[in-house]
């Protein structure tokens, strides 16, 4: 790994970084979990409830 990372010149620091945020971000999208999948798909819910959801567990995290 590490020669591989040496060879493409990748900043493993802000890959690490980069990585950590999408997947913390993640679970706002309806398709991340199976339960969200379930729920998705009774169409009792949209998209927008689980972005509304999402930003409000999320942003406080990200500020703390």
């Known amino acids: 790994m590490k020669a591989w990372v040496s060879s493409t010149r990748v900043n493993v620091t802000g890959m690490t970084m980069l990585l950590q945020f999408a997947a913390s971000l993640g679970y706002i999208l309806p ?10 798909g009774t169409g009792t819910f949209d998209a927008r409830d689980f972005v509304r959801t999402g930003l409000v567990i999320a942003l406080p995290r990200r500020l703390c």
């Open 31 to 40: 398709v991340n979990a199976l339960q969200n999948r379930i729920a998705y």
